[in-house]
């Protein structure tokens, strides 16, 4: 009885499977046509992200750091005073470095001596910031800068909220797709079936750049956001027959 029963068992799995064997045969067998599309979004950035620090130089390291010391903390407080909260200020980067050259030293015409110089201590200390009025980034900048920041690393814009944009990039290069599988399509003379398969990805990439600073102080840097490129890609294949 266990025998017979293992054996009608064994006849239900493979009655079960042929159908998806067959299901797979048939796929086999399907013409499909492949075509990619792509979209693309120009939006106003939202954020800026500054890098900004201090470096101060000294024969003794703690003279240095002390200074670099005093002179970070002023440009953090002129940052928080310009409106940057202080959970979008950290420090990324702190270093104490020794910098030695040798110095020549003409004795002669034909003669010269090279002599040591003190070394010097490096005292660097960075911070970045984020901030979202980017058209107040010139105003910020000065303030560091007048608070006693003399490194200015690097200005990015990014979208804070890209989602809306991505979608609408994907959508664009979904309809870029199907425009091109109609042309194919209608050039080739087979009818568009169903879509077998469709994969999609986006993206964005933020806009870097520096900045020009004036003295004067009724004349803020001028620093200008520009636009980001949303990028969105897709690849659908259909189903063809003649």
Excluded: W
Excluded at 131 to 156: H, P, R, Y
Excluded at 231 to 237: E, G, K, L, Q, R
């Amino acid at each position: 009885m266990n025998r017979l029963i293992l054996m009608l068992s064994g006849l239900v799995v493979l009655a079960c499977a042929l159908p998806a064997c067959a299901a797979v045969d048939s796929n086999a067998n399907v013409s499909t046509l492949v075509v990619q599309g792509e979209g693309k979004v120009n939006v106003v950035p939202d954020t800026a992200v500054i890098v900004l620090g201090v470096e101060t130089r000294n024969a003794k390291a703690e003279v240095a750091a002390v200074q670099n010391a005093e002179m970070m903390n002023k440009t953090i407080q002129a940052l928080l005073a310009a409106g940057i909260k202080e959970e979008n200020i950290q420090t990324s980067h702190y270093s104490l470095t020794t910098q030695t050259e040798d110095q020549d030293e003409p004795l002669s015409s034909n003669t010269i001596r090279t002599r040591n110089v003190t070394p010097q201590f490096i005292a660097t200390n960075q911070v970045t910031a984020r901030m979202n009025a980017t058209e107040d980034v010139g105003k910020v900048l000065d303030a560091a800068i007048t608070a006693g920041s003399n490194s200015i690393q690097s200005i990015s814009f990014e979208l804070n909220h890209t989602q809306p944009s991505m979608d609408a990039a994907l959508r664009m290069a979904v309809s870029d797709a199907q425009r091109k599988a109609e042309v194919l399509s209608s050039a080739a003379e087979v009818e568009l079936g169903k879509i077998m398969d469709i994969s999609g990805a986006y993206s964005y990439t933020s806009r870097s750049g520096g900045a020009m600073y004036s003295l004067a102080a009724e004349a803020p840097t001028p620093v200008q956001a520009g636009q980001l490129e949303v990028t969105a890609s897709v690849s659908i294949t259909y189903q063809i027959s003649q």
